[in-house]
């Protein structure tokens, strides 16, 4: 991953700052970065959303594609994640280089998506062990200020708000089955992300833990705990991150932060995607030039 | 004729027989009778055995009553590949992990072979950084690969426990042991499970391995998901499997002295060892 | 005498007031912890603390470190460095090699800027130096030759007959008496014995 290289004297520094509540830019521990989310950025593609959160810049694109449904699970369509780290965020990517980084996200995203409530797979399911919709969740790395995971999750539920998928008729003629598209290209079907869970990173320094880590934050913490909490504050995913390990108390008191945190994250971006949304096409959007 | 062997003499499109069984007789075969008379907090019986491979630098084998059975080995230190060292400067060792699933260990169809878990290997890898004293080994790396040869249930918290073990057996400075547990949630909500087996673990909505380091008390490794629960069902999680760790601790503890007295003791007769009482516990 | 105690990575010793933290051991808040599992071993020194230790009957493998004395092979030269492979830390041998570089700069002590590499090392002789440093990211350990008890020990000639040094900066083919530059090492007595 991108990393910064920082100096015992500025370490102490950022250490004490975080002890006194009160970090370099300014932020208290349990603050997280202003945040610009917009959706419906790129057009190719069946939902998208770009998130910046400092110097972290995430685009995602949804693509829904027909395809069959998995052997176990005859009457849902599925979700694919894909997460390329693209040689732009830094030049350790180039090549093969970000590679490693990209299945870790990409696991850690399957992670929290597996579970029956996150989001309802059944919708997608188009004629039950033939056809259902397979969505190819596409992040993109475009620069990396620290704190990925909590943006890339952003950004997929943003993507996943925004995402319209076509609706399909079958049709049962003579011998076989016919699918047709809806003449209407705003009859769409529209997922529900209330309980799309998003990714609290809480960092340890010191004695105390911080959100939203910048990259200077990342090199002076030795271990990380990333838990996913859905907007209703429940626990989805439960991961320690790093090459340190954590107290037990401390990871109560994570536990109970990431949970009001995250319930925070999650009623700020509805409200934006809310707002958005509500503003219709009279939204002027600002895309990349902004 | 010559037959093409390459081609599968069935029809073109198959579906999996499992599809057309009744619900109701599929979930007569987990018997939830069982699932619900068992003890929560217990944990399986475990079998450790270090040192058993003779070519690696150390290694230990630990299997659950479950059927589990994993075998851990450690290489190195040797000199590391490419740029030694972490960044920060300061010339740290290298760990790295390897987690592997033999092709017939899981139930069903063979996987294929040689194929690796990278969110497995990491996992373990960040689990076990916290254990070693890396920065004993400046510019070297140290090779850990697990080889799950029959999973059972828990298969990463067995491999955690064989890691530790190996790593130790092979004269690795460790600040402690690592102990390790797995936890599963049954779907129909309820209490968390113990070291599940393969049934529960299967059937469960929320799985969570935890390993710890028992004497520093120090939490190392993390990894759960599933159907969500408020953080208060997680931390009670997390209690249980912080006492299950420290209970499975003292076994670990013992089948690492017998190997160092048994190395101590020098080499008298092999058969010797064959003899003893494996380490286990009982359900309680 | 009592039996031997043995302990396991992770278990408390004893605190710091009790004793001197030695080989296999680690200290926390003021206590020592074991970080081998091995067998346990208190040694008092006129009167001082004494030293907890944990040793393993197996020598637990040494890395190359600053300062030690390491036997290593040459394996390519030219005009600016040695390349060279570490076998042994002192009188202990390596599992698998590590790399080495001895500079042209660190290969005498004396008229450094007139030494040439190429009469000095040959590729093949096995050299005793010091480590003088781990090397950053992009180099591998740097070595020494500085001292008179370092440099080559063993050569051949190009008749591959094993060379005797006649000087500090010599060596003879008994077979051939052809005479060969190299920086030749006095080797200390106690090193002789076979």
């Given at each position: 991953?991108?990393s910064?290289?920082?100096?015992?004297?500025e370490?102490?520094?950022?250490?004490?700052?975080?002890?006194?509540?009160?970090?370099?830019?300014?932020?208290?521990?349990?603050?997280?970065?202003?945040?610009?989310?917009?959706?419906?950025?790129?057009?190719?593609?069946s939902?998208?959303?770009?998130?910046?959160?400092?110097?972290?810049?995430?685009?995602?694109?949804?693509?829904?594609?027909?395809?069959?449904p998995?052997?176990d699970?005859?009457?849902?369509?599925?979700?694919?994640?894909?997460?390329?780290?693209?040689?732009?965020?830094?030049?350790?990517?180039e090549?093969r280089?970000?590679?490693?980084?990209?299945?870790?996200?990409?696991?850690?995203l399957?992670?929290?998506?597996?579970?029956?409530?996150?989001?309802?797979?059944?919708?997608?399911?188009?004629?039950?062990?033939?056809?259902c919709?397979?969505?190819?969740?596409?992040?993109?790395?475009?620069?990396?200020?620290?704190n990925?995971?909590?943006?890339?999750?952003?950004?997929?539920?943003?993507?996943?708000?925004?995402?319209?998928?076509?609706?399909v008729?079958?049709?049962?003629?003579?011998?076989?089955?016919?699918?047709?598209?809806?003449?209407d290209?705003?009859?769409?079907?529209?997922l529900?992300?209330?309980?799309?869970?998003?990714?609290?990173?809480?960092?340890?320094?010191?004695?105390?833990?911080?959100?939203?880590?910048?990259l200077?934050e990342?090199?002076?913490?030795?271990?990380?705990?990333?838990?996913?909490?859905?907007?209703?504050?429940?626990?989805?995913?439960?991961?320690?991150?790093?090459?340190?390990?954590?107290?037990?108390?401390?990871?109560f008191?994570?536990?109970?932060?990431?949970?009001?945190?995250g319930?925070?994250?999650?009623?700020?971006?509805?409200?934006?995607?809310?707002?958005?949304?509500?503003?219709?096409?009279?939204?002027?959007?600002?895309?990349?030039?902004? | 004729?010559?037959?093409?062997?390459?081609?599968?003499?069935?029809?073109?499109?198959?579906?999996?027989?499992?599809?057309?069984?009744?619900?109701?007789?599929?979930?007569?075969?987990?018997?939830?009778?069982?699932?619900?008379?068992?003890?929560?907090?217990?944990?399986?019986?475990?079998?450790?055995?270090?040192g058993?491979?003779?070519q690696?630098?150390g290694?230990?084998?630990?299997?659950?009553?479950?059927?589990?059975?994993?075998?851990?080995?450690?290489?190195?230190?040797?000199e590391?590949?490419?740029?030694?060292?972490?960044?920060?400067?300061?010339?740290?060792?290298?760990?790295?992990?390897?987690?592997?699933?033999?092709?017939?260990?899981?139930?069903?169809?063979?996987?294929r072979?040689?194929?690796?878990?990278?969110?497995?290997?990491?996992?373990l890898?960040?689990?076990?950084e916290?254990?070693?004293?890396?920065?004993?080994?400046?510019?070297?790396?140290?090779?850990?690969?697990?080889?799950?040869?029959?999973?059972?249930?828990?298969?990463?918290?067995?491999?955690?426990c064989?890691?530790?073990?190996?790593?130790?057996?092979?004269?690795?400075?460790?600040?402690?042991?690592?102990?390790?547990?797995?936890?599963?949630?049954p779907?129909?909500?309820?209490?968390?499970?113990?070291?599940?087996?393969e049934?529960?673990?299967?059937?469960?909505?929320?799985?969570?391995?935890?390993?710890?380091?028992?004497?520093?008390?120090?939490?190392?490794?993390?990894?759960?998901?599933?159907?969500?629960?408020?953080?208060?069902?997680?931390?009670?999680?997390?209690?249980l499997?912080?006492?299950?760790?420290?209970?499975?601790?003292?076994?670990?503890?013992?089948?690492?002295?017998?190997?160092?007295?048994?190395?101590?003791?020098?080499?008298?007769?092999?058969?010797?060892?064959?003899?003893?009482?494996?380490?286990?516990?009982?359900?309680? | 005498?009592?039996?031997?105690?043995?302990?396991?990575?992770?278990?408390?010793?004893?605190?710091?007031?009790?004793?001197?933290?030695?080989?296999?051991?680690?200290?926390?808040?003021?206590?020592?912890?074991a970080?081998?599992?091995?067998?346990?071993?208190?040694?008092?020194?006129n009167?001082?603390?004494?030293?907890?230790?944990?040793?393993?009957?197996?020598?637990?493998?040494?890395?190359?470190?600053?300062?030690?004395?390491?036997?290593c092979?040459?394996?390519?030269?030219?005009?600016?460095?040695?390349?060279?492979?570490?076998?042994?830390?002192?009188?202990?041998?390596?599992?698998?090699?590590?790399?080495g570089?001895?500079?042209?700069?660190?290969?005498?002590?004396?008229?450094?800027?007139k030494?040439?590499?190429?009469?000095?090392?040959?590729?093949?002789d096995i050299?005793?130096?010091?480590v003088i440093?781990?090397?950053?990211?992009?180099?591998?350990?740097?070595?020494?030759?500085?001292?008179?008890?370092?440099?080559?020990?063993?050569?051949?000639?190009?008749?591959?007959?094993?060379?005797?040094?006649?000087?500090?900066?010599?060596?003879q083919?008994?077979?051939?008496?052809?005479?060969?530059?190299?920086?030749?090492?006095?080797v200390?007595?106690?090193?002789?014995?076979t």
């Open positions: 991953m991108a910064v290289v920082l100096s015992e004297a370490k102490v520094y950022i250490m004490h700052g975080v002890q006194e509540d009160l970090r370099v830019d300014g932020r208290s521990c349990e603050d997280y970065r202003c945040a610009e989310v917009e959706t419906d950025v790129v057009s190719n593609t939902g998208s959303a770009r998130v910046k959160l400092g110097h972290t810049d995430i685009l995602v694109g949804v693509k829904a594609e027909m395809g069959t998995k052997l699970k005859p009457n849902e369509g599925s979700l694919e994640f894909f997460v390329d780290c693209s040689a732009n965020a830094t030049p350790e990517f090549g280089g970000g590679e490693e980084l990209g299945t870790e996200i990409a696991n850690t399957y992670r929290i998506f597996n579970n029956e409530s996150s989001i309802d797979l059944k919708l997608l399911c188009i004629n039950p062990r033939e056809h919709w397979v969505l190819y969740v596409d992040v993109l790395l475009l620069e990396c200020g620290g990925l995971f909590d943006a890339i999750s952003l950004a997929v539920k943003a993507a996943l708000f925004n995402t319209r998928i076509p609706k008729r079958v049709l049962e003629d003579e011998g076989g089955r016919e699918i047709e598209l809806s003449d290209p705003f009859d769409c079907i529209r529900n992300v209330d309980n799309v869970p998003c990714i609290v990173t809480l960092s340890k320094i010191g004695h105390r833990h911080i959100v939203d880590a910048t200077q990342e090199a002076c913490s030795l271990a990380s705990l990333l838990i996913s909490v859905t907007s209703r504050g429940a626990l989805t995913c439960m991961k320690k991150m790093g090459r340190g390990s954590l107290d037990p108390e401390s990871i008191e994570m536990m109970e932060t990431g949970k009001r945190v319930k925070l994250l999650h009623s700020s971006l509805q409200t934006v995607l809310d707002e958005e949304e509500n503003l219709g096409t009279a939204r002027k959007k600002v895309g990349f030039l902004g | 004729m010559p037959l093409d062997h390459r081609r599968v003499p069935g029809p073109e499109e198959s579906q999996s027989p499992l599809l057309f069984v009744p619900s109701s007789a599929q979930d007569g075969e987990a018997p939830p009778a069982q699932e619900a008379s068992r003890d929560p907090t217990a944990l399986q019986p475990l079998f450790a055995r270090v058993l491979l003779s690696a630098k290694s230990a084998y630990v299997e659950l009553d479950g059927g589990t059975k994993v075998l851990c080995a450690v290489a190195g230190p040797r590391a590949a490419g740029g030694g060292g972490g960044g920060g400067g300061e010339p740290r060792g290298r760990l790295v992990c390897e987690f592997r699933r033999a092709p017939f260990s899981g139930r069903g169809a063979r996987s072979p040689g194929e690796r878990e990278p969110e497995l290997s990491l996992a890898q960040e689990a076990l916290p254990a070693v004293r890396l920065a004993r080994y400046p510019r070297a790396q140290l090779e850990v690969s697990a080889l799950v040869l029959q999973d059972g249930g828990s298969a990463l918290a067995a491999a955690l064989a890691a530790g073990l190996a790593l130790a057996d092979a004269g690795v400075e460790l600040y402690d042991l690592v102990a390790a547990c797995a936890l599963c949630r779907p129909s909500g309820g209490e968390w499970l113990l070291q599940p087996r049934a529960e673990e299967r059937a469960a909505a929320a799985r969570l391995t935890v390993a710890l380091l028992p004497s520093l008390n120090q939490v190392a490794g993390l990894l759960g998901s599933g159907q969500g629960g408020a953080p208060d069902s997680w931390a009670q999680a997390l209690r499997a912080l006492d299950g760790c420290q209970r499975l601790y003292p076994l670990l503890r013992q089948s690492l002295l017998r190997a160092a007295k048994r190395a101590a003791t020098a080499e008298p007769s092999e058969e010797e060892d064959a003899a003893e009482a494996p380490a286990a516990t009982t359900g309680t | 005498m009592a039996p031997a105690r043995y302990c396991v990575p992770g278990e408390r010793l004893c605190s710091l007031e009790e004793g001197t933290p030695g080989s296999g051991t680690y200290t926390h808040h003021g206590f020592i912890f970080s081998l599992a091995g067998c346990f071993m208190k040694k008092s020194e009167g001082m603390l004494p030293v907890v230790s944990v040793m393993r009957d197996v020598d637990s493998q040494l890395l190359p470190d600053v300062g030690a004395t390491v036997t092979k040459v394996c390519s030269i030219n005009s600016r460095f040695a390349k060279v492979h570490i076998l042994y830390v002192g009188s202990t041998p390596l599992k698998s090699p590590f790399r570089t001895i500079r042209r700069e660190d290969i005498r002590a004396t008229e450094k800027d030494v040439e590499v190429y009469k000095s090392f040959r590729p093949g050299v005793l130096a010091k440093s781990l090397g950053d990211v992009q180099s591998n350990y740097l070595l020494t030759t500085a001292e008179n008890e370092l440099g080559v020990v063993v050569a051949h000639s190009e008749a591959d007959v094993r060379m005797v040094p006649i000087s500090w900066c010599e060596m083919c008994p077979s051939t008496h052809a005479k060969e530059l190299r920086k030749v090492a006095r200390q007595p106690e090193f002789l014995q």
